[in-house]
């Protein structure tokens, strides 16, 4: 299901909503929500997700870099989201290119709900 989402996005095993949903509910897996702030505060973020607009990502998830942010763990799997799933998609890239072994694109928030995970103010 969906896997067009991550189909070259993505390294590892393709994952559905559901499963990331399920991991990240399990603290296996960090969600990072790339929109910016006026898009989550229209329609709030994923459950326990970090924020972090995709003009900073970059610079929060360069391990070598003085903006890093430690809530993003290198050991665990990633999955990002966006508003529909291309800036994610982009997202997934860099943080490839930044070392990350495994980032997945979740796709957009809807994606998320549709796994069954919650969505909070933010």
């Not at 990240?24 to 329609?43: C, F, P, Q």
């Not at 508003?83 to 943080?95: N, Y």
Request: charged share 20%; glycine share 14%.
């Amino acid at each position: 299901m969906l896997n067009f989402l991550s189909g070259g996005r993505s390294s590892g095993p393709k994952l559905t909503p559901h499963e990331i949903v399920e991991k990240a509910s399990k603290g296996e897996m960090t969600v990072i929500d790339i929109r910016d702030g006026s898009e989550v505060n229209t329609t709030g973020k994923a459950e326990g997700a970090l924020t972090i607009p995709m003009v900073a990502l970059k610079l929060q998830a360069d391990r070598n870099g003085p903006g890093y942010n430690p809530k993003i763990d290198p050991s665990k799997p990633i999955a990002l989201y966006c508003a529909s799933g291309a800036r994610s998609g982009m997202a997934v890239r860099m943080m490839k290119a930044l070392g990350y072994e495994e980032v997945h694109n979740l796709g957009g928030l809807g994606h998320w709900h549709m796994g069954g995970g919650k969505i909070v103010r933010a």
